[in-house]
């Protein structure tokens, strides 16, 4: 196995400075699949990263077939930040990198550096984009809907919830007002590219649960692959589920209270009470938030100053 490391420039600053990271590859003694891997394109989702450092040493002392391109901090500008997105100054059309794939070379900000990247990840088999949810969000794993190389790997990585999404056409009329289309996961898609994006737990905070299943889910598509020869381990619990981009959003601004009986990854059914958002001047009671469907409850609110339309809690359709 061969490692090295290269330090590219994604896009420049108006003051000349670089904007740059670090790719690893690894290249095995034997052929094999590419896999793309990539942390951070959200900053402050650095999970992802410790869990790239792990996979490392892992790599170092294997046997590969194949090569691996890994990217720990794929933006920069958020990774510094602590941030989710850019500050309007740096790229005001394209604040969220997740929402620019495969970019543009001569775009804004954003769209220059997921073009850089994107010279790899196209080159890819297959692409594993390490994210990470809040605290509120259980640690999953999302795939395209009837994408069969896709949730292949989502099975091949595991955590408690594999979740499938529709995009384009098949999709809710959000997913396109969110601008969905953008996202790495569907342009790699459109490449036939198998892509996965896990949602390890937390942000800013290095989690050791999440990380490890971060460790194990990467190292099990590699595995799954035939990059290591060895076989796919057990990685949580997985339930299968749908994800049609329903949420429960707050109606008015205010604190709300989760309801201390539930917790993220409860199976729930459609009205069943999961908190109440009320005013926090006069201790009006404004809402009271309820499951929208059946299903496994898999993001509920713990930050509790709200402002309207903010989610306070997602719910997953469960499929066999
Ligand atoms: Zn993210």
């Known amino acids: 196995m061969e490692h090295v490391t290269e330090r590219i420039t994604l896009a420049r600053l108006p003051s000349g400075v670089e904007i740059a990271t670090t790719v690893h590859t690894y290249d095995g003694t034997e ?4 896999v793309y891997v990539q942390a951070a394109q959200h900053g402050r989702e650095v999970n992802g990263t410790e869990t790239l450092r792990r996979v ?9 077939s194949g090569r691996i391109v890994a990217v720990p901090v794929a ?27 495969p970019g543009d070379p001569e775009g804004t900000l954003h769209e220059r550096m997921a073009a850089r990247l ?20 259980l640690t999953h794993v999302v795939f395209m809907e009837g994408h069969e190389g896709s949730r292949n ?35 790699a898609n459109e490449e036939a590219i198998p892509t996965i994006t896990p949602e390890l737990a937390h942000s800013k905070q290095i989690v050791e649960d999440a990380v490890e299943t971060g460790v194990v889910g990467t190292l099990n598509v ?7 020869d060895e076989s796919v381990e057990a990685n949580g619990d ?20 989760a309801d201390p009986d539930h917790a993220v990854g409860d199976e729930v059914e459609a009205g069943e009470y999961l ?30 100053t709200v402002t309207a339309g903010d989610t306070l809690l997602n719910v997953a359709w469960r499929r066999e």
């Not at 989502?154 to 919830?161: I, K, P, Q, T, V």
């Not at 749908?242 to 205010?254: E, F, I, K, M, P």
Request: hydrophobic letters at 40%; charged letters at 30%.
């Open 75 to 101: 933006d920069p500008l958020t990774f510094d930040r602590v941030s989710y997105t850019t500050p309007e100054q740096l790229d005001s059309v394209n604040p969220n990198m997740n929402r620019v794939w």
């Open 153 to 187: 790997l989502a099975e091949a990585f595991g955590s408690d919830l594999l979740l499938s999404e529709e995009a384009g056409d098949d999709a809710d009329d959000e997913w396109a007002a969110r601008d969905f289309g953008g996202k790495l996961r569907v342009a």
């Open 31 to 34: 052929d094999g699949p590419t």
């Open 275 to 304: 908190g109440t958002l009320y005013d926090a001047t006069t201790f009006e009671p404004l809402q009271e938030a309820r499951a929208d469907r059946d299903g496994i409850l898999y993001s509920l609110a713990q930050e509790a």
């Open 56 to 64: 490392h040493d892992r790599l170092l002392d294997s046997d590969l």
């Open 222 to 228: 590699f595995r799954h692959l035939g990059l290591l």
């Open 238 to 257: 997985p339930t299968l589920a749908r994800n049609h981009l329903g949420r429960v959003t707050a109606d008015d601004s205010g604190l709300f209270r």
């Open 118 to 137: 994107w010279e790899y990840a196209r080159e890819a088999d297959a692409i594993v984009d390490l994210h990470t949810g809040s605290p509120d969000m």
